[in-house]
């Protein structure tokens, strides 16, 4: 239970979001022109989703976050000068690309546009997976992973822009078809998990077939690969 000074605590907390979600929008905003801007990076991504969190969605947030705080007997010590820092995912965007491979030229072209514009890495990147092959593949790529519990597969950055105003912004990479599985997770399954016990198993089986249907995408442009090497070698 949330006492008073609590609530009261969080409604500052929302309303302090409200009035700074301009600076949000345009952080946003400006990030994804500068990537679709980037002809390196704009070469290997289907398209760029950019969005600012929901007050109410934070709102909710925050309630989870002070009950976890409350379970653990720890103090719930966010404030209007700490939550643009605490609270990383207020502005989003993501990244989608069409086949596991192309992560490593967009990691290598990120990067080069995150250094020419002084954007700060606060976190990341960090592979969220659940495949153990596939945790396998980013840890040769050079990318750290963590154990995604919910059949969830997103490689994560958390970026602060070259400015006085603390705010950060959450960027995330994933393919075409983990973006379908997201998308009908997120609408079904969050911000409160779903009570019904067939709507998570068939949710379950969706990211299991859309990872095949990945799994399957990643062949076929190796193969392709394959194919061309053999050919160049042959003329």
């Given at each position: ?9 969080i409604e ?36 760029v989703?950019?969005r600012v ?14 009950s ?8 719930f010590d ?21 086949h596991?491979q192309?992560i490593?030229p ?6 080069a546009l995150?250094?020419e ?13 659940w ?17 995604s ?29 983990e ?7 997120h609408?079904?399954?969050?911000p409160?998990e ?15 077939a859309t990872?095949?249907?990945n ?21």
């Open positions: 239970m949330a006492s008073k000074a609590q609530k009261t605590l500052e907390l929302v309303q302090h979001y409200r009035d700074n979600i301009p600076e949000f929008q345009k952080f946003a905003s400006v990030l994804r022109t500068q990537i679709l801007g980037t002809r390196d990076l704009r070469k290997h991504i289907e398209f989703r950019d969190k929901d007050p109410d969605h934070l709102r909710e947030k925050l309630y989870r976050k002070l976890e705080a409350n379970s653990k007997g720890r103090a966010y404030s209007t000068k700490n939550l643009f820092v605490r609270i990383n995912d207020l502005a989003g965007l993501r990244i989608i690309h069409l596991t192309q490593i967009i990691r290598n072209s990120l990067r995150l250094d514009e002084r954007y700060r890495v606060i976190e990341g990147p960090t592979a969220r997976t495949d153990e092959e596939y945790k396998q593949f980013f840890k040769d790529v050079g990318i750290a992973t963590k154990t519990k919910n059949l969830y597969t997103s490689i994560h950055y958390v970026l602060k822009p070259n400015r006085k105003t603390p705010i950060t912004c959450e960027l995330q990479v994933r393919t075409l078809l973006e379908v599985w997201g998308q009908v997770d609408e079904l399954n969050y409160q779903s009570e019904s016990l067939a709507c998570k198993e068939q949710l379950a089986a969706l990211a299991r990872w095949s249907c799994r399957l995408i990643d062949a076929i442009y190796r193969t392709k690969a394959d194919f061309d090497r053999l050919r160049s070698l042959e003329s």
